[in-house]
Nanobody, 124 residues
């Protein structure tokens, strides 16, 4: 089994920055893509960012491109999401997930391990 634990969420004002972290434990051997997704109240879960097994490939949702940066530290089994210039519409629960694959993906059905989520609230 794999456990993913997110941290770093909170309440911030519009324009602020936050850094989310996701720590993996358990069966962390092998190579896997990782992703961040989010779900706002009353909305479906949506893709935010993904990174390949070695960090060489990243993809972002159009809504966060240029404001968010995904990175990973394989030695520490962590993946991070640096968020700048936050907007009220970024308010959501953010989930870290591990892909059943290596290149990263926008499709949530390709992920078989998920964290419990961390709340990000951006006030206007």
């Amino acid at each position: 089994q794999v456990q993913l634990v997110e941290s770093g969420g909170g309440l911030v004002q519009a324009g602020a920055s936050l850094r989310l972290s996701c720590a993996a434990s358990g069966r962390t051997g092998g190579s896997y893509g990782m992703g961040w997704f989010r779900q706002a109240p009353g909305k479906e879960r949506e893709f935010v960012a993904t990174i390949s097994f070695n960090g060489g490939i990243t993809y972002y949702a159009d809504s966060v491109l240029g404001r968010f940066t995904i990175s990973r530290d394989n030695a520490k089994n962590t993946v991070s999401l640096q968020m700048y210039a936050l907007k009220p519409e970024d308010t959501a629960v953010y989930y870290c997930a591990r892909q059943n694959g290596i290149y990263g993906s926008r499709r949530d059905y390709e992920y078989n391990y998920w964290g419990q989520g961390t709340q990000v609230t951006v006030s206007s």
